[in-house]
């Protein structure tokens, strides 16, 4: 037995009484952020600067002021997913730059970034998990939405375009390895949307159209494999794949029912698609980041629309899926149940969706 003295050398006692309550308690906690990663071109921008005011509780995308500058004539999703669709505080480093391309010697993107850059520039601060940015494995998210200029810029150049692809594809999973040996483990992959149903592509013949769209549809099905053959590869990665080539396929086929004029207008009403001739607007947008929430993976970016069950004072209930939510495809492991206004409609095997059972003549917002 340890003599009190003793013990009063070793962790120092006060004399007498000790009054009142135990020092240090903080009055408040403030609350922990979760750290969005992001990485892409012009469909996700936000003008960020990783040198500048970093993403904090009175602008979560740092610099510029929210919703930054973008391409979709307002916010975009990567907005509406930090501030409007966010079950946490969400600090987004968003790395995406209007012109970037996979890799600088595959398809040069002129003064823009490259994914390689633009990964080099997260290693040289962010990911270095400074004071200022105690990202960890598990509370935070890495996203790619990348390789529409690449294909854009290459799709008329003939050749092997699936060996063309296999090498962009290298380059990428090469940045989501790097990504994943500094300690991420949260992955995000978006396929590339049909861009030959831009007004600008448009324009163009519809020969110029077709191989586009040829050649997007196998670049989208390597893709895929090749997500999948990063998670069979590496240990304890959480994938969520955004099939938005379908959703955009499903919104154009059927404008109305999702409150559009028409698919090919662009402009600033909200009735409209397109925000220019070649990005999907803020409406669009929207959508988009409802199905990311969806799609999220995890309830720390998925709270209101990841359906895992939950249970509550001895009572489990199975969670509902929202409008617009993911209710199945490859990665989901969520509930398959809609509301009741909805009915769970497969798109593809990497997803289907909670839609809305259609009335006609109705629009949804
Ligand atoms: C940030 O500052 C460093 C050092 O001055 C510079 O090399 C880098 O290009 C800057 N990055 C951006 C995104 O401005
Ligand atoms: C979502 O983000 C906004 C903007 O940072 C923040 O004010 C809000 O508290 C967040 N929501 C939740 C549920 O944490
Ligand atoms: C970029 O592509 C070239 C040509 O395929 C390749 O040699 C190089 O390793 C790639 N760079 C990166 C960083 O992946
Ligand atoms: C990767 O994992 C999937 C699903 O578990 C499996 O079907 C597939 O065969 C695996 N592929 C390889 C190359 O291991």
């Known amino acids: 037995m340890i003599a009190l003295s003793a013990l009063c050398l070793a962790l120092g006692c006060f004399s007498g009484t000790v009054y009142g309550r135990p020092p240090n308690i903080q009055e408040t906690l403030a609350p922990t952020p979760n750290y969005w990663f992001s990485f892409g071109a012009s469909s996700s921008q936000t ?15 740092g610099n510029p002021t929210f919703p930054g500058n973008t391409f979709a004539g307002g916010i975009n999703w990567v907005g509406y997913l930090t501030s409007y669709y966010n079950n946490s505080l969400l600090f987004t480093y968003n790395y995406a730059i209007g012109g970037a391309t996979i890799n600088r010697t595959l398809v040069n993107p002129g003064s823009s970034k490259a ?26 998210l890495f996203s790619f939405y990348i390789g529409i200029n690449d294909l854009q810029a290459t799709y008329n150049q003939g050749g092997d375009r699936g060996a063309f692809s296999d090498l962009l594809l290298d380059s990428y999973f090469a940045q989501a390895k790097r990504l994943y040996d500094v300690g991420a483990r949260y992955f995000l992959f978006f396929n590339i949307p049909p861009t030959d149903r831009t007004p600008l592509m448009l324009k163009q013949s ?82 988009f980041a409802q199905v990311v929430v969806a799609a999220g993976g995890d309830d720390k970016w998925a709270p209101q629309g990841h359906g895992s069950d939950w249970c509550s004072d001895g009572q489990c209930y199975e969670k509902t899926q929202v409008l617009w939510g993911q209710c199945g495809g490859y990665y989901y492991e969520g509930t398959d149940k809609c509301p009741s206004d909805a009915y769970c409609r497969y798109f593809s095997d990497w997803y289907s969706q909670c839609n809305p059972i259609e009335k006609s003549g109705k629009t949804f917002w």
């Not at 600067?49 to 979560?60: F, K, M, Q």
């Open 115 to 140: 994914l390689t850059e633009e990964i080099d520039e997260f290693m040289a601060g962010a990911g270095k998990k400074p004071s200022v940015t105690p990202w960890k494995s598990e509370n935070s």
């Open 47 to 61: 003008g960020f600067n990783s040198n500048g005011t970093l993403p904090n509780e009175a602008n979560p995308i």
């Open 206 to 287: 519809e020969t110029a159209r077709a191989t586009e769209r040829a050649v997007i549809i196998e670049h989208n099905k390597r893709l895929s494999a090749r997500a999948t053959d990063f998670q069979n590869s590496t240990s304890g990665v959480h994938i969520a794949f955004y099939d938005i080539w379908t959703h955009y396929e499903v919104m154009l086929n059927s404008p109305q029912t999702y409150g559009f004029k028409d698919a090919t207008s662009y402009g600033d009403a909200l009735d409209i698609y397109w925000a220019n001739d070649f990005h999907a607007g803020v409406h669009a947008n929207d959508y």
